[in-house]
């Protein structure tokens, strides 16, 4: 054996070991139960980061299941990340002095394609430098074929059974990013803008959003509030920035009468409480802001001319139109001064403001015809399916808030306006929606903007199908469900799925649903792992389509680990350079050193803290396990007549030895990685190195001294190789080559019993 063990000359060619011999595939000959976990796809536009080491849980959990003998697998993936991704390339399209508006949906989808391609090659280097042993041959991309199948025959059963539906409803939207977003995809931030008090006719009302104020089409008290009662029901003439319009007074409960002045203006077209009231009272909604987040008075100046508009009010609304939301207060600032209608003005108001996760822009609430699932009927089995323990969470502590979240039934927004992800398979028919709203690039790749019926007067529909870039259609458009194109006269959906809907099915889609082998085989998976942060998001959506699809539950066990800060417990973050790249790490100290620190000390669900100093403690704790190896090594060169006698041992630690093997055991079991790895630690360094070796060298008895620490440090090594698979493979490969052990490989030894 080498005097030192250098992981980079050994890593690799290890790796190669374990994949030549086909450790990593299950095998299906043992009558044991199965054993599976799916891999949570990393997004296929970036590299790995240190949190996605953290499912080195789920490589002790197959190495360890591998070793008792159990039909094992360990399946990888990337997901496509939808909008996610789109954004990352659009930021690539920046640099180069362009934008996805100069490509039709088809070319970008294809130059996205490639982008994502190149880096789902690099973390599947990165995976195996961290030594997780994941069957590579049954790995999944989010935007396979057999996935999109299975997505398209989810929607379409879906929508037979009535779960899926399209609505004109306020959605969460991004102008910047130009897409809906879920409620949990939104960011609340506590902010500072002004409120504004201004003159309503006989009333003050204030409001931090003056600009929609041009399509208020009520303004609501409570009914108990005596100030305005005389008012209810009447309509009131106002003086605005555009002239008077008339306004009536509503009465509703959820009116809070210590708000401002006590008076809310209802509109209905950009808040989701004014929407509400206006389903519930039957008001118009009519938008005053686009999906650019500019300022749209088309209307006013469709009605209004110099012959029936006082100039003022027309000039304005010439000056309003196209401006963004920011140049809209100023101007309206101004003019409400002008006109004398502004009271006063609270400059620190602190109110809290929806803002886009991604991009930081704040969210625009609109009214826009989009997809939707219904989440009662799906999230009553998945809340029942945990309740009766079909699905075990550890912590136990993160079920009440996987109660908390899928018992708000709130319906689920499911459509994206991106180019990138799983098109929602929907084709409309020109004939029957002639007043489609389209953007294409024509053949002299200029951006057309239009009504298909109008367009066709210019263009050929194959014209506007070649370049298509979006489309929308009314909210009671007819459409088909279909893969292809079901005929020459249809042009198809633009919006892509929320990627939760289709990585939602990530354990059908993985284990090929509904009539493939390995879902036959490992269907449920044992145990789903990933960070507590996407209970919502992911987890409990596989649990609603498993149930759905299946009848089953997708997994038994939901393992949900924290998030890796720096050593002061602090979130890693670029512009905190704190960030710690895991492969990095790996190249200064090994993959066995950052696997283990990344388990040891650390309490499923809280945060894990890590420095450069503690997996430098276990790379000296790798050294060490080398060097016992090497002692015990030169005892047999000094020694040619010594060789193992699993009979001859010392019995008084062989029973500390089994005592390890049961508490290692039960642990593992339990998911208590850190104690597991933690107690391996201290018997491999005090007990064995410390105690038995040193004292064993002054023993008489060389023969049961050297049986005695064969039989202690290759048990200790089966016990440590799902957690340090390296070092102990290693090691044990020069134990084979000496004749101290009979199995050809550590990974696929029998656990220790």
């Known amino acids: 054996m080498d005097k030192t063990f250098i992981p980079k000359n050994h890593e690799q060619a290890l790796y190669k070991l374990w994949e030549t011999a086909g450790a990593f595939k299950p095998n299906l000959i043992s009558k044991k139960e199965p054993f599976s976990i799916l891999l949570p796809p990393p997004n296929a536009n970036a590299s790995l980061h ?21 039909p094992t697998v360990w399946i990888p993936g990337t997901d496509h990340a939808g909008y996610e991704t789109q954004y990352v390339y659009e930021k690539y399209l920046a640099k180069k002095g362009t934008s996805r508006f100069n490509f039709d949906r088809e070319t970008l989808y294809k130059d996205i394609f490639a982008f994502v391609k190149e880096n789902s090659g690099l973390i599947e280097e990165q995976l195996k430098i961290l030594g997780f042993s994941l069957d590579w041959d049954r790995k999944t991309f989010m935007l396979d074929d057999k996935v999109i199948k299975i997505v398209y025959s989810t929607f379409e059963k879906m929508v037979k059974d009535g779960l899926i539906y399209r609505d004109n409803y306020i959605v969460n939207y991004c102008p910047k990013c130009g897409t809906t977003f879920a409620d949990l995809e939104v960011t609340h931030l506590e902010r500072k803008d002004p409120l504004y008090y201004i003159k309503y006719g006989p009333f003050v009302i204030a409001t931090v959003r003056p600009e929609t104020k041009f399509r208020d089409t009520a303004l609501a008290v409570n009914p108990k509030d005596k100030r305005y009662s005389k008012y209810l029901g009447t309509s009131i003439q106002i003086l605005g920035l555009l002239g008077p319009v008339k306004m009536t007074v509503i009465a509703d409960e959820e009116v809070d009468p210590k708000f401002g002045t006590g008076i809310m203006k209802v509109t209905p077209a950009h808040d989701p409480h004014d929407f509400a009231l206006g389903k519930k009272y039957h008001l118009p909604v009519t938008p005053i802001i686009d999906t650019r987040g500019k300022m749209d008075f088309s209307w006013y100046l469709a009605e209004h001319n110099e012959k029936n508009t006082e100039p003022k009010y027309l000039e304005r609304a010439k000056l309003y139109h196209g401006k963004s939301v920011t140049e809209m207060r100023k101007l309206m600032r101004a003019h409400f001064e002008e006109d004398g209608l502004l009271e006063k003005v609270d400059e620190n108001y602190t109110h809290s403001v929806a803002v886009c996760y991604k991009s930081g822009h704040d969210i625009e609430p609109l009214v826009l015809p989009n997809w939707f699932v219904k989440m009662r009927p799906l999230a009553e089995p998945a809340i029942a399916a945990a309740k009766v323990g079909k699905i075990k969470f550890v912590p136990k502590r993160f079920e009440k808030q996987y109660y908390q979240w899928l018992e708000k039934f709130i319906d689920w927004p499911i459509s994206r306006q991106v180019v990138w992800g799983v098109r929602i398979p929907v084709w409309y028919s020109v004939k029957e929606n002639p007043s489609m709203e389209v953007t294409f690039l024509n053949t002299s790749t200029e951006r057309v903007i239009g009504v298909v019926n109008e367009l066709l007067k210019t263009y050929s529909l194959e014209e506007i ?3 298509l870039q979006t489309l929308r259609t009314p909210a009671n458009a007819t459409y088909i469900v279909s893969d292809p194109s079901p ?45 507590w942060d996407i209970l919502f998001f992911w987890v409990a959506r596989m649990i609603m389509f498993g149930i759905y699809l299946t009848g089953e539950v997708p997994f038994k066990t939901v393992y949900l680990h924290s998030m890796v800060t720096d050593e002061k417990g602090q979130k890693m973050s670029k512009s905190k350079g704190n960030v710690i790249n895991p492969i990095e790490i790996v190249n200064e100290f090994g993959a066995d050193a950052l696997r283990i620190a990344l388990v040891a000390g650390c309490a499923p669900g809280n945060p894990i803290a890590l420095s450069k100093e503690k997996v430098k403690g276990y790379r000296n704790f790798g050294n060490k396990i080398w060097n016992i190896g090497r002692y015990i090594f030169m005892l047999k060169e000094q020694d040619a007549t010594l060789s193992y006698d699993e009979k001859k041992v010392d019995k008084t630690f062989t029973i500390t030895v089994q005592t390890l093997v049961k508490n290692t055991t039960k642990q593992l079991s339990s998911f208590r990685f850190s104690d597991a790895a933690l107690g391996l630690y201290d018997f491999v360094w005090n007990d064995l190195a410390n105690t038995y070796l040193e004292t064993s060298k002054e023993s008489k ?3 049961l001294m050297f049986n005695t620490l064969v039989y202690a440090f290759t048990t200790s090594l089966k016990l440590l190789h799902p957690f340090m698979p390296f070092v102990t493979e290693a090691v044990w490969q020069e134990f084979k080559k000496e004749g101290l052990v009979e199995e050809p490989q550590l990974i696929s030894a029998s656990w220790p019993k």
């Open 465 to 467: 199908r070649t370049g």
């Open 50 to 70: 240190v949190g996605q080491a953290m499912y080195v849980i789920e490589d002790i959990l197959i190495r360890w299941k591998r070793m008792q003998g159990h």
């Open 487 to 531: 005929g020459p006269d249809y042009l198809p959906e633009t919006d892509t799925f929320d990627t939760w809907f289709s990585s939602g099915q990530w354990p059908l889609t993985t284990l090929n649903y509904p009539n493939g082998k390995d879902f036959k085989t490992f269907y449920p998976t044992s145990v789903l792992d990933t960070m």
């Open 701 to 703: 008895d060389k023969v």
